[in-house]
C-alpha cells in the first residue's frame, strides 16, 4: 500500500520541458521556407535554359546569392529537426537512436556547409 496521492506518485514525470523548443523551431523554420521556396521556385523557372555563365551572373548579385544561402540553412536545420523526431519516434534501440542521430546531424550540417560554400565558391567567381 501506498500512502501517496495519485499527484504525489506522478510529480517529476512527464514532460522533459524540452519538446515545445523543439516544436516551435520546427514550425518556425517551416514558416521561413514557405516564401524562401517560392523566392526559390521563381527564380529556378526564371533561370531555366540559362547556362552557366548566366547562373554565374545572376548568383554573383548580392541578394540572390544571400537569399541562396538562408534557403540552405533553413532548409537544412527544419531537416535535421525532422530526422530528429522521426528517428525518436521510431528508432527504439539503445545504441542506434543516438548513433543515428549522431550520423545524420554530421551528414546535414556536412551538406549544408558544402552547399553554402557552393553558393559561396559560385557567386565570387570571375
Known amino acids: 500500500m501506498e500512502l ?3 499527484l504525489g506518485r506522478a510529480r517529476g514525470l512527464g514532460s522533459a520541458k524540452e519538446g515545445v523548443g523543439h516544436w516551435w523551431a520546427q514550425r518556425l523554420s517551416a514558416i521561413a521556407l514557405v516564401p524562401l ?3 526559390f521556385v521563381i527564380a529556378a523557372v526564371s533561370l531555366s535554359g540559362a547556362d552557366y555563365a548566366a547562373f554565374q551572373a545572376w548568383m554573383s548579385v548580392f541578394g540572390n546569392a544571400l537569399l541562396m544561402i ?3 540553412v533553413v ?3 527544419h531537416a535535421t529537426l525532422g530526422m ?7 528508432v ?3 545504441f542506434w537512436t543516438p548513433a543515428l542521430l549522431i550520423g545524420v546531424r554530421f551528414v546535414l550540417y556536412a ?6 560554400l557552393a553558393v ?3 557567386s565570387m567567381e570571375g
Request: proline share 3%; no cysteine; aromatic share 12%.
Open 37 to 39: 521556396s517560392i523566392w
Open 120 to 122: 559561396v565558391l559560385v
Open 4 to 6: 501517496r496521492s495519485s
Open 70 to 72: 538562408l534557403t540552405v
Open 84 to 90: 530528429q523526431v522521426v528517428i525518436e519516434d521510431y
Open 111 to 116: 551538406l549544408a556547409a558544402s552547399s553554402v
Open 92 to 94: 527504439h534501440h539503445p
Open 75 to 77: 532548409l537544412f536545420y
